[in-house]
C-alpha cells in the first residue's frame, strides 16, 4: 500500500514562495507518476502538477505554469513542489497524489496523502 505524507505548507505573503515535500513509501518510487492536486474552500479540486516517474517530463496546469515548479528525488522518495510568485488565489488544501498511469495521475489518482495547507495573504 502507497503511503503519501506531505509537508512544507504554510502561511505566506503574496509574492513569496513555498516548497512542498511529499515523501512516498509501501512500493517502488521510481514505478509511479506522482502529482499535486489541490482544493479551494467553496470549489472544486483541481490538478496542479504531475512528473513522469523519470523525472523527465512534467505538466502544469496554466494557473500555475511559470511560477511553480514539480521535481523529484527518486534517491529519497519524494517529491516537490517549488512554488513562486504566490498569489491569493493560490491559498488551497495542496495534496500529493501516485498513481502508475500519467493519465490517471492526471485525473483520477489512487493514492492521496492527507493534505497540507497552503495560505497566501494580501
Known amino acids: 500500500q502507497v503511503q503519501l505524507v506531505e509537508s512544507g505548507g504554510g502561511l505566506v505573503q503574496a509574492g513569496g514562495s513555498l516548497r512542498l515535500s511529499c515523501a512516498f513509501s509501501?512500493?517502488?518510487?521510481?514505478?509511479?507518476?506522482m502529482g499535486w492536486f489541490r482544493q479551494a474552500p467553496g470549489k472544486e479540486r483541481e490538478t496542479v502538477a504531475a512528473?513522469?516517474?523519470?523525472?523527465?517530463?512534467?505538466y502544469y496546469a496554466d494557473s500555475v505554469k511559470g511560477r511553480f515548479t514539480i521535481s523529484r528525488d527518486n534517491a529519497k522518495n519524494t517529491v516537490y513542489l517549488q512554488m513562486n510568485r504566490l498569489k491569493p488565489e493560490d491559498t488551497a488544501v495542496y495534496y500529493c497524489?501516485?498513481?502508475?498511469?500519467?493519465?490517471?495521475?492526471?485525473?483520477?489518482?489512487?493514492?492521496w496523502g492527507q493534505g497540507t495547507q497552503v495560505t497566501v495573504s494580501s
Open positions: 497524489v501516485a498513481d502508475q498511469s500519467l493519465r490517471v495521475v492526471l485525473t483520477t489518482p489512487k493514492y
Open positions: 509501501g512500493r517502488t518510487f521510481s514505478m509511479y507518476y
Open positions: 512528473i513522469h516517474w523519470s523525472g523527465d517530463s512534467t
